[in-house]
């Protein structure tokens, strides 16, 4: 059974800062999707990962996968108020193309 | 982009009464639907799977014929919550998926049983 862990679940951080979010997963998978999910909204798609050593940047946001450590990062550079969500890291099962959800990350920055 | 239309965006019903939330895929095909609820706090957690023309697939604990998904066409799928109970409340979000072009989320659906 896949399992993902999401790390870590809660994170306070003051603006300017950096930090990084990580999803491991327990077994073999060549993609992994970040998304992000406002208070009371549905899921906004950040990246999808399809390769190992992929790695894509939007904005303050940069996403990169290890497929072999099983491990994909999403780092937050310089960090605004507006980044303030919470952040789901998801694998994809290629044997029923569901996801399987980590459990969420919710990011409070501080003016 | 692809879009997926979910409606509707909340609803507030009666505990005994059934409720039906549907999925329409604008401008594409989906092969897939899938059904999440979420609890607050929480993270997605994956209901069922539904195929266009063939039965949904129900995750371990889910009640089959409290949750009747609906998948007629490869525009529409539908999730009817039949007599709802308090414990239904529940944000309800559905997911396109599409080889190659991965997945298309609705705008989720709030369910509160009074």
């Known amino acids: 059974e896949l399992k993902v862990e999401q790390n870590p679940l809660f994170l306070s951080m003051q603006e300017g800062k950096n930090y990084t979010i990580y999803c491991n997963y327990s077994?073999?998978?060549?993609?992994l999707y970040w998304y992000r999910q406002d208070p009371g909204k549905s899921l906004e798609s950040l990246f999808v990962?399809?390769?190992n050593g992929a790695v894509k940047q939007e904005g303050r946001l940069m996403a990169s996968l290890d497929t072999k450590a099983r491990l994909s990062t999403l780092h937050i550079t310089a960090a605004v108020h507006d980044l303030s969500a919470t952040y789901f890291c998801?694998?994809?099962?290629?044997?029923?193309?569901?996801?399987?959800w980590g459990a969420g990350t919710k990011l409070i920055i501080k003016p | 982009g692809a879009v997926v239309s979910q409606h509707p965006s909340w609803v507030i019903c009666k505990s005994g009464t059934s409720v039906k939330i549907e999925c329409r895929s604008l401008?594409?095909?989906?092969?897939?639907m899938f059904w999440y609820r979420q609890f607050p706090k929480q993270s997605l957690m994956l209901m069922a799977t539904?195929?266009?023309?063939?039965?949904?697939?129900?995750e371990q604990g889910v009640e089959k014929d409290k949750f009747l998904i609906n998948h007629a066409s490869l525009t529409l799928s539908t999730l009817t919550v039949t007599s709802a109970h308090p414990e239904d409340s529940s944000f309800y979000i559905c997911?396109?998926?599409?080889?190659?072009?991965?997945?298309?989320f609705g705008s989720g659906t709030r369910l509160t049983v009074v």
């Open positions: 997911s396109a998926y599409r080889e190659f072009s991965g997945y298309t």
């Open positions: 401008d594409f095909q989906a092969t897939t």
């Open positions: 539904s195929n266009e023309g063939s039965k949904a697939t129900y």
């Open positions: 077994t073999t998978s060549d993609r």
């Open positions: 990962l399809l390769s």
């Open positions: 998801a694998v994809y099962m290629d044997s029923n193309y569901q996801l399987i």
